[in-house]
C-alpha cells in the first residue's frame, strides 16, 4: 500500500545557497501535481521561531547540548559523546544562531539526528501526510553492522529525511586513483597537493563544494526521501534510475546527470500512477 504525502515540506531556504531549494522544490512538485509544498527556512530556525525569548534561549541549549552528544568522535566505537564539553556544546549554539556556518570535519550520527529532529516538527505535521526534507551543510554518518565501524552518508531517509550537501561531497568515495595520489603526497605532507593535481587531472567526474551540478544531483537525493516516504524503499538496483544509492562519485554522477533516463521502468510506472 502506497502512502503519498498530501504535503512536502523542504527546510534550508536562504541558508542553503546551492542547491537551490527552489529548484528542488518545482521538481518533486512535476512528480506529484497534487500535493502541496512549501520551502522552509532552516529546520531548527524554523522550530524556534514562534518562541518567545527565554524559551527560544533554553531550547537553544537543550538542542545544542543534544547535537554536541551525538559527534561521532571514533568511528570504530558506537558510544558517540555522552559526555560533550563546555567548548563543544558552545560550538553547536553557535551553530544554531548561525545556520549558515559551514561545520568543518565534525560528524554527527544520522539516524541520532533524526531522533533530534523528530520532536521539533509541529504536532500537526507528523503524519504520514506530510514529508518533511531538510537540507543541511553538516557531515553525517551512520554505524555499519557488517564492518563495525561509521561510514560518511549523503543522506538518511525517514522522518524527517536529511540531506546533507557536504556529505554529497565527502560520502562517495572518489576514483581511485585519488586515494593512490593522496598516499603518495601524504607521504611528504602534501596532500593538498594531490587534490589541486586529482581536480585538474579527474575535473568532472566528482562533485565538489560550490559545484553547479548540486542541484541536480540532490534532486535524485529529495526523490529518494519521496519513495522512502511512499514506498519504504528509497533505492533502486538500476544504475540509470535516479534511485540508484551510489558509493562512487562516478555512480553518482551517472545515475543523476548522465544516465539517458531519468527513472526505470518500474519507477517511472509507479510515478506514472501515483499522478
Avoid at 56 to 84: C, F, H, M, T, W
Avoid at 101 to 116: C, M, P, R, T
Wanted: overall charge negative.
Amino acid at each position: 500500500m502506497f502512502c503519498v504525502p498530501s504535503f512536502i515540506h523542504i527546510y534550508g531556504k536562504e541558508f542553503i545557497i546551492n542547491p537551490n531549494l527552489e529548484e528542488i522544490s518545482s521538481y518533486l512538485k512535476s512528480l506529484l501535481p497534487k500535493t502541496i509544498i512549501d520551502v522552509r527556512t532552516d529546520f531548527i530556525s524554523n522550530f524556534l521561531e514562534p518562541l518567545d525569548s527565554s524559551k527560544r534561549d533554553d531550547e537553544i541549549v537543550s538542542i545544542a547540548q543534544k547535537l554536541a552528544g551525538i559527534r561521532v568522535l571514533d568511528y570504530s566505537k558506537q558510544n558517540l559523546n555522552p559526555e560533550p564539553m563546555y567548548a563543544e556544546i558552545d560550538y553547536e549554539r553557535r551553530k544554531i544562531l548561525n545556520p549558515a556556518a559551514k561545520s568543518i570535519g565534525v560528524f554527527y550520527d544520522g539516524f541520532e539526528l533524526q531522533n533530534i529532529f523528530h520532536p521539533l516538527m509541529k504536532r500537526d505535521e507528523r503524519s504520514f501526510a506530510h514529508l518533511h526534507i531538510v537540507f543541511i551543510n553538516q557531515l553525517i554518518a551512520t554505524w555499519e553492522e557488517d564492518d563495525d565501524r561509521y561510514h560518511a552518508r549523503s543522506s538518511v531517509c525517514g522522518f524527517p529525511s536529511i540531506i546533507s550537501t557536504a556529505g554529497i561531497v565527502e560520502a562517495p568515495a572518489k576514483p581511485r586513483e585519488f586515494y593512490l595520489l593522496r598516499q603518495q603526497y601524504g607521504m611528504m605532507g602534501r596532500e593538498d597537493l594531490a587534490l589541486a593535481e586529482f581536480k585538474k587531472k579527474f575535473e568532472g567526474r566528482f562533485i565538489e563544494y560550490g559545484d553547479p551540478r548540486m542541484t541536480e544531483v540532490c534532486k535524485g537525493y529529495a526523490a529518494q526521501a519521496l519513495f522512502y516516504h511512499i514506498t519504504g524503499e528509497p533505492f533502486c538496483h538500476d544504475k540509470g534510475c535516479r534511485l540508484f544509492n551510489a558509493h562512487w562519485q562516478e555512480e553518482l554522477i551517472y545515475s543523476q546527470l548522465e544516465s539517458p533516463y531519468e527513472f526505470c521502468e518500474i519507477h517511472t510506472d509507479m510515478l506514472y500512477k501515483l499522478k
